[in-house]
């Protein structure tokens, strides 16, 4: 096992891996910008190095600080948690050369999932049903407009090494397709320093399924009960819950041995997600791979019982799984809500200050909180505007949404606008009670 552990990361997941750290009597050491520096992250772990100025590019996404860091401090192990550097297969590489484990896959998996069309080549060598469009990387424009004809309007453009929302386009028709052609490569070369695009077809009327795995470097693979995350608010996900009321057993099953075959595929190690797109046939097409621990990963424990960062951690140490798909038991329903620090009645937009009254109303069963929050904490305006995850279970998905009503009625964070209220419309929504969210739901929903 490790020695010690850096992790690389802020706010709850940090708070979250360093508690797990710690119940596994592993040493840890938090990293912290100088905007950080009081938060519990920092307080909590064993040790905590200061790794530069307030913003992601000067801390959190500073690598040669961050492995300044773990060296420094004697570790043989990063936790990268969720967005920053997770997904950075030039990070993971660095640690590699370093000798010190990177807790997910390999960087070759990473840089292979990350390049949008390489990933689509992987998985149609799996086999795994792929959204209609290009095969890998357009030759040129004229590759496009044949390929749009074939697909049907509307298409979208992606930039093959995308990321952030940075040069996507929408064509609704094939008037528009040379502008938004020139656009998106003008822009994915200046935010990734690679023009190259490839091109999907629009999916309508969609719900958004992703299906978590796991894999030891034994080969050893599991598969979890699949997240709903179509409850999304421009792309950006507001409720999760597991297991998706529409879905069969059987398509549970069928779902899950797509996923284990992408993971094959690639020897893909450590826990990932491959999301898919369900059409209105519940029809499944792959949209991509995340290398990391996901955000909504608690609903998945909630409903299995198993502790997927402890887990993440034993299998990077070369432990083989602790269980088998058949330990894998999915027990009533979960969903989670995010706690952003935003003002919907003002666009939504970002609410920086100080928390002067704190109140997580937890305690009860099925009830769980992950917050690196607490009374006095200052919520600066450089980072994400989560600042909380509400996680309920229940035996049926009614009363796990009764759960969440309750903790979103009795929570009080004072001093800074919140996403609660707005939440709380959303869980008496009738296409949400209905389970018939589709991921364009709410966006059109706004713009109507």
Request: some cysteine; charged content about 20%; aromatic content about 8%.
């Amino acid at each position: 096992m490790f020695k010690k552990v850096l992790v690389a990361n802020r706010g709850e997941i940090a708070l979250h891996i360093v508690r797990t750290l710690k119940e596994m009597a592993i040493p840890s050491v938090s990293v912290y910008s100088k905007a950080d520096a009081s938060s519990l992250h920092v307080q909590l772990a064993d040790e905590a190095v200061c790794i530069g100025g307030n913003r992601p590019q000067e801390s959190y996404l500073n690598m040669q600080n961050i492995l300044s860091a773990a060296i420094g401090t004697g570790c043989d192990a990063i936790h990268p948690g969720y967005g920053f550097l997770s997904e950075n297969s030039q990070f993971a590489e660095m640690c590699e050369a370093c000798g010190i484990t990177f807790i997910g896959p390999s960087s070759n998996v990473i840089a292979q999932m990350g390049d949008k069309s390489q990933a689509k080549i992987s998985m149609q060598a799996a086999a795994v049903p792929l959204i209609p469009g290009s095969a890998g990387p357009l030759a040129d424009f004229e590759q496009a407009e044949e390929i749009a004809a074939q697909v049907g309007y509307p298409v979208m453009l992606k930039a093959v090494a995308g990321g952030g929302g940075k040069g996507i386009r929408f064509v609704e028709s094939a008037e528009q397709l040379a502008d938004s052609y020139a656009q998106a490569q003008l822009e994915a070369a200046g935010a990734f320093g690679n023009d190259q695009l490839y091109l999907e077809k629009i999916m309508l009327n969609v719900k958004h399924i992703e299906v978590q795995i796991f894999r030891d470097q034994f080969g050893n693979a599991v598969y979890f009960p699949e997240r709903d995350c179509s409850m999304q608010r421009f792309k950006q996900k507001v409720i999760e819950e597991t297991p998706c009321q529409l879905i069969t057993e059987a398509q549970r099953q069928q779902l899950g041995a797509i996923a284990l075959k992408a993971a094959e595929q690639i020897n893909y190690v450590n826990t990932g997600t491959v999301e898919f797109l369900m059409d209105e046939a519940h029809q499944f097409y792959f949209l991509e791979m995340n290398t990391r621990i996901q955000v909504e990963h608690p609903v998945t424990e909630m409903v299995t019982g198993i502790d997927l960062v402890q887990e993440q951690i034993n299998v990077a140490a070369g432990l083989p799984l602790s269980f088998t798909q058949a330990d894998v038991q999915s027990r009533g329903y979960a969903l989670e809500c995010r706690l952003n620090a935003e003002d919907p009645a003002n666009h939504f937009a970002p609410s920086a200050g100080t928390i002067n009254y704190l109140y997580l109303p937890a305690g009860n069963l099925g009830v769980r909180i992950d917050t690196h929050l607490y009374s006095g904490y200052a919520i600066s305006p450089f980072y994400d505007a989560m600042i909380a995850k509400l996680i309920t279970w229940g035996a049926t998905r009614e009363i796990a949404i009764a759960k969440m009503r309750r903790l979103l009625s009795e929570l009080i964070v004072s001093g800074i606008q919140t996403n609660a209220q707005f939440q709380q419309m959303l869980l008496i929504d009738p296409v949400f009670l209905d389970g018939t969210v589709t991921t364009d739901y709410l966006t059109n929903k706004e713009t109507e």
